[in-house]
């Protein structure tokens, strides 16, 4: 059998066991330790980075902020936020806020401006935002976040009309406390801020505007950059500043200086001119104008008067007198024209110019090439009166006195004649005038063709009416004309035969047929056309239809009747 053999241990043996053992612990050590001191250098590089707030200013700022808790030890390269529209952070949306490299410990914040929907926030009006921070291991971010942008709005303008100067208030939401740009454009114009909170701001409306009196102006307001149009219509209304000539006669045309004036085809509503007092007439053509009315006067105030807002105008308007230099002529009748000459006379308009005063009795007067011209007053009794001529304050009596002549009736011709016959009235008369001529009871026009003649047709009568004329003048009083006018009309002698049926033909025999107007005969049982006609003849046949009977014969020529002594007889 064989024993077990146990080496023995040597001393080389044991020393080197003794030195392995002791290295392979103290490798076990510093691994150890290497792993431990590797973990603490990671943590000190790492930085510890959050994004806490979006904070929204207006419409088109909002404020970042983020918090650095720790920074770590390792070199800082970059740190700030990004915002992106899509919230997906990469492509063209996206923008960096870088703040440098010298990060601190604890709150960091930046700020955006001039955000507007094309630029910085989405259609949903959302803007996401984080926070970042780099070293030299890398990039960290904070949590991303969502804020909903506020929005401009514009909910009225009052008032909704006003002129240069006039304070207008804008009301809605306007973030004007926060706002670092405010500005409020009235067509592109930019108009003074007079006072601006988040809800409402006052603006006066700014000179130079390029439109009239009445037309539309567009507001808009400028928050940052961010516009708006002001919600509702605002109208401009005129500014007048002075006007001129500051003299001149009775309706003198005035001409006015200022902004947004109505002319051409723009509206002149609301707009009232006040000469002394009194509301005058105006005109909005290639300029806008006034007249200065007839005034009792010599200086009167001008205001111009919107929408019944009164605001005078500098100066005053004086009136000039005329200056008159003749009259003519200095003796006529009743309702004649009477002509001044001179100068500053009233100018020429659609309205009253002056006054002629005759006596007691007055008359207008009116401007014709050049001349004032005004009618005797037609009632005045003949005889001399004097004469003045009143424009406005102003009365100028005149040297010369008038002699009203009277009318006066000198004969009537011809003597005798038919109806409608034209008669000749001799007298005194105001040329191309109408007068009314009576005969009995019927009125017939007449016209006077001259100073001394009027022309007027004979009346409707029998033969052998003796009439007699009277002229009725303007004034209404009627003058008699000297001499008769007897009617001629037609006459039946004799007729034959005495009778007959249908086709006989009858002779009338008589006096002033007439055969340019229609002639009839009645038979008593029906009517018979003429056949032949002469002055002193007329023939016809009895008719076909007629009824059976004894009348007498009637000769109807132009309204007149001739009636025979005798009678026809019908035979049928």
């Given at each position: 059998m064989?024993?077990s053999i146990?080496?023995?241990?040597?001393p080389?043996?044991w020393n080197?066991f003794l030195?392995y053992s002791?290295l392979?612990s103290?490798?076990?050590?510093?691994?150890?330790?290497?792993?431990?001191?590797?973990?603490?250098?990671?943590?000190?590089n790492?930085?510890?980075?959050?994004?806490t707030?979006i904070v929204?200013?207006?419409?088109?700022?909002v404020?970042?902020?983020?918090?650095l808790?720790s920074?770590?030890?390792?070199?800082?390269l970059?740190?700030g936020f990004?915002?992106d529209?899509?919230g997906?952070?990469?492509?063209?949306?996206?923008k960096?806020?870088?703040?440098?490299?010298?990060a601190?410990a604890g709150?960091?914040t930046?700020e955006i401006?001039?955000l507007?929907?094309g630029f910085?926030v989405n259609?949903?009006?959302?803007l996401?935002a984080?926070?970042?921070f780099?070293n030299e291991?890398?990039?960290?971010y904070?949590?991303?976040l969502r804020?909903?942008?506020p929005?401009?709005?514009s909910?009225?303008i009052?008032?909704r009309?006003g002129?240069?100067g006039?304070?207008?208030?804008?009301?809605g939401?306007?973030?004007a406390?926060?706002?670092k740009l405010?500005k409020?454009?009235?067509n592109?114009?930019?108009a003074?801020?007079?006072?601006?909170t988040d809800k409402?701001?006052?603006?006066e409306v700014p000179?130079?505007?390029?439109?009239?009196?009445?037309e539309g102006v567009?507001?808009d307001i400028?928050t940052?950059?961010q516009?708006t149009?002001?919600?509702?219509?605002?109208?401009i209304?005129?500014?007048?500043k002075d006007f001129?000539?500051?003299s001149g006669p009775t309706?003198?045309?005035l001409?006015f200086?200022?902004e947004?004036?109505?002319a051409?085809f723009s509206?002149?509503?609301g707009i009232?001119?006040?000469?002394?007092?009194?509301?005058?007439y105006t005109?909005a053509?290639?300029?806008?104008t006034?007249?200065?009315?007839?005034s009792n006067?010599?200086?009167v105030k001008?205001?111009a008067?919107?929408?019944?807002v009164?605001?005078?105008l500098?100066g005053?308007?004086?009136y000039?007198?005329?200056?008159i230099?003749?009259m003519t002529?200095t003796?006529?009748?009743a309702f004649e024209?009477?002509?001044?000459?001179?100068?500053?006379?009233?100018?020429a308009t659609p309205?009253?110019?002056?006054?002629?005063?005759v006596?007691?009795?007055t008359a207008?007067?009116?401007l014709?090439?050049?001349d004032?011209?005004?009618s005797?007053?037609p009632?005045?009794?003949?005889?001399?009166?004097p004469?003045?001529?009143?424009?406005?304050p102003?009365t100028?009596t005149?040297p010369?006195?008038?002699t009203?002549k009277?009318?006066?009736?000198?004969s009537?011709s011809?003597?005798?004649?038919f109806?409608?016959?034209?008669?000749?009235?001799k007298?005194t008369f105001n040329?191309f005038?109408?007068?009314?001529?009576?005969f009995g009871?019927?009125?017939?026009?007449?016209?006077?063709?001259s100073n001394?003649?009027?022309l007027?047709?004979?009346?409707?009568?029998?033969?052998g009416?003796?009439l007699k004329a009277?002229?009725e003048m303007?004034?209404?009083?009627?003058?008699?004309v000297?001499?008769?006018?007897?009617?001629?009309?037609?006459?039946i002698?004799s007729?034959?035969?005495s009778?007959?049926?249908?086709?006989?033909?009858?002779t009338?025999?008589?006096?002033?047929?007439?055969s340019?107007f229609?002639v009839?005969?009645d038979?008593?049982?029906?009517y018979?056309?003429?056949?032949?006609v002469n002055?002193?003849?007329?023939?016809?046949?009895?008719p076909?239809?007629?009824g059976?009977g004894?009348?007498?014969?009637k000769?109807?020529i132009n309204?007149q009747t001739a009636?025979?002594?005798?009678?026809?007889?019908?035979?049928?």
């Open positions: 064989f024993n146990r080496p023995k241990a040597t080389f043996v080197a030195k002791i392979f103290v490798s076990l050590v510093l691994l150890f330790s290497a792993c431990k001191k590797d973990k603490s250098l990671e943590e000190d790492l930085p510890q980075v959050t994004t707030a929204p200013i207006t419409p088109t700022r404020t970042l902020k983020g918090n808790s920074k770590g030890r390792i070199k800082i970059d740190y990004l915002y529209v899509r997906y952070f990469d492509g063209p949306t996206m960096t806020i870088s703040l440098g490299s010298a601190q709150e960091f930046a401006e001039g507007n929907p910085g259609d949903r009006g959302y996401y984080k926070a970042y780099t291991f890398g990039t960290v904070g949590e991303r804020v909903a942008m929005y401009l709005v909910r009225g009052s008032p009309q002129k240069i006039d304070r207008i208030t804008l009301d939401d306007f973030f406390s926060a706002t405010l409020v454009r009235f592109q114009i930019e003074k801020i007079i006072s601006a409402k701001i006052v603006v000179p130079g505007l390029p439109v009239r009196h009445g567009g507001i400028n940052d950059g516009l149009p002001a919600q509702g219509d605002f109208t209304l005129a500014t007048f001129s000539p500051k309706n003198t045309v001409h200086t200022g947004n004036l109505p051409g509206s002149s509503d009232e001119i006040l000469v002394g007092g009194v509301k005058t005109f053509y290639q300029e806008f006034a007249t200065a009315l007839e006067l010599v200086k001008v205001a008067k919107i929408n019944g009164e605001v005078e500098p005053e308007f004086t000039t007198p005329p200056v230099t003749s002529p003796s006529a009748l024209l009477i002509t001044f000459k001179g100068t500053n006379f009233p100018l309205f009253h110019y002056a006054t002629m005063k006596g007691n009795a207008s007067a009116a014709y090439n050049g004032v011209t005004a005797i007053p009632h005045l009794e003949p005889g001399t009166y004469v003045s001529f009143i424009s406005g102003f100028i005149m010369q006195q008038l009203v009277p009318y006066q009736m000198f009537l011809p003597a005798t004649g109806p409608l016959t034209e008669l000749t009235i007298g040329r005038q109408e007068y009314f001529v009576h009871d019927q009125r017939i026009k007449g016209t006077a063709v001394t003649d009027v007027v047709a004979a009346p409707l009568a029998d033969h009416t003796e009277l002229v303007v004034g209404g009083q009627k003058i008699p000297p001499g008769v006018f007897v009617v001629k009309g037609p006459l002698t007729f034959s035969p009778s007959g049926g249908p086709g006989t033909q009858v009338i025999k008589g006096a002033n047929f007439r340019d229609g009839s005969i038979l008593g049982t029906g018979a056309p003429a056949d032949e002055e002193n003849t007329i023939k016809f046949t009895v076909r239809i007629i059976s004894t009348n007498k014969l000769v109807m309204s009636v025979s002594a005798s009678s026809f007889t019908v035979i049928n």
